[in-house]
């Protein structure tokens, strides 16, 4: 069973663990946005338990990373909000659409433009702060276009 941990532990064992983990992000397997279900994703990671990590979500045709994110429970994250039309919960299509693309004039053109390119490949970390500083290390390495930092 996983469990978050949320044992700090100093910046420079973090820091020293950011090129592996982020070799076995690209090197995980890709499984396509459209298919990835909660119920999938437990099957994939083999429990029906909170498993925590991070994710990237790739462009299918070209491998471009588009955006790293990080969750306490991967399947919840990808397989039910990535998947969601709501605003709150579905952040990556909301921003898509705000972006005035012109495949997307709603929510669900946005759900449907992302299960037309994206792919997603997921990578266990149980400890929230190796999670934290790995999601923004892995959007900055991999230049992703849809992460933003910015303070609300």
């Known amino acids: 069973m996983n469990t978050i941990s949320t044992d700090i532990i100093p910046y420079s064992d973090v820091h020293e663990q950011l ?20 119920g999938k994703i437990e099957r994939i990671l083999g429990t029906k338990s909170a498993v925590p990590g991070v994710y990237l979500i790739s462009q299918i045709d070209d491998e471009m990373p588009v955006y790293v994110g990080r969750s306490k429970n ?25 972006q005035g693309i012109e495949e997307i004039s709603c ?14 490949r997921m990578l266990p970390i149980n400890n ?21 930092f910015m303070e609300h």
């Open 128 to 148: 929230v702060y190796t999670r934290t500083i790995f999601e923004v290390y892995a959007a900055m390495n991999l230049c992703t276009e849809q992460n933003s």
């Open 74 to 98: 991967l399947a919840q994250r990808i397989g039910t909000d990535h998947r969601a039309i709501q605003k709150t919960q579905a952040t990556l299509a909301l921003r898509l659409w705000k």
């Open 19 to 38: 090129p592996l983990l982020l070799e076995k992000l690209l090197g995980a397997d890709k499984y396509l946005l459209s298919e990835l279900t909660r």
């Open 107 to 120: 929510m669900k053109t946005a759900r449907e433009y992302m299960y037309k390119r994206y792919n997603v």
